[in-house]
């Protein structure tokens, strides 16, 4: 994952010290070093930093060289996990157990994600590399 590098060269770009950014995207201002240190924001935070450079998550970390989707949305649905992490499970002839088997998922995860709850952005980029989807489409962006 290229997250800490990619967003390195993004922040860079702006120009902006680390409080002023931050104050644009709503969060603390310590936060932002963090993310430059290597520390993997949550899923809603991400979205909050793709939202602001308009690209896609799928690009933030490295999964793409495409920097934005033509039907991309702000925000992410967390109603969308589920039916997409379903469907890439199908189209790959896997199983939830079977990732939960590599290391990649927690076994009893999966009733709590199907009550609306997101995993961490590290389980769902490995979901998203292990299973050729797109974290943009997991979260409902596109």
């Known amino acids: 994952m290229d997250f800490t590098e990619i967003?390195?060269?993004l922040f860079l770009g702006?120009?902006?010290n680390k409080t002023k950014f931050?104050?644009?995207?709503?969060?603390?201002?310590?936060?932002?070093?963090?993310?430059?240190?290597?520390?993997i924001?949550?899923?809603?935070?991400?979205?909050?930093?793709?939202?602001?450079f308009n690209c896609s998550m799928d690009y933030i970390v490295g999964l793409t060289n495409d920097f934005n989707y033509k039907?991309?949305?702000?925000g992410i649905d967390s109603k969308c996990f589920i039916p997409e992490y379903q469907r890439l499970?199908?189209?790959?002839s896997t199983n939830h157990f079977t990732l939960s088997k590599k290391g990649l998922v927690n076994e009893s995860s999966l009733s709590w994600w199907k009550k609306g709850?997101?995993?961490?952005?590290?389980?769902?980029?490995?979901?998203?590399?292990?299973?050729?989807?797109?974290?943009?489409?997991l979260l409902g962006r596109i």
């Open 7 to 9: 967003f390195t060269d």
């Open 22 to 39: 931050a104050n644009q995207l709503g969060i603390g201002h310590s936060t932002i070093q963090k993310y430059l240190n290597g520390v």
């Open 89 to 92: 499970l199908t189209i790959n």
């Open 41 to 52: 924001p949550s899923p809603k935070t991400i979205a909050k930093i793709c939202d602001y």
């Open 14 to 16: 702006t120009e902006l």
């Open 71 to 74: 039907n991309s949305k702000g």
């Open 117 to 137: 709850h997101l995993p961490q952005f590290e389980v769902i980029f490995n979901i998203a590399y292990e299973l050729g989807g797109s974290i943009d489409k």
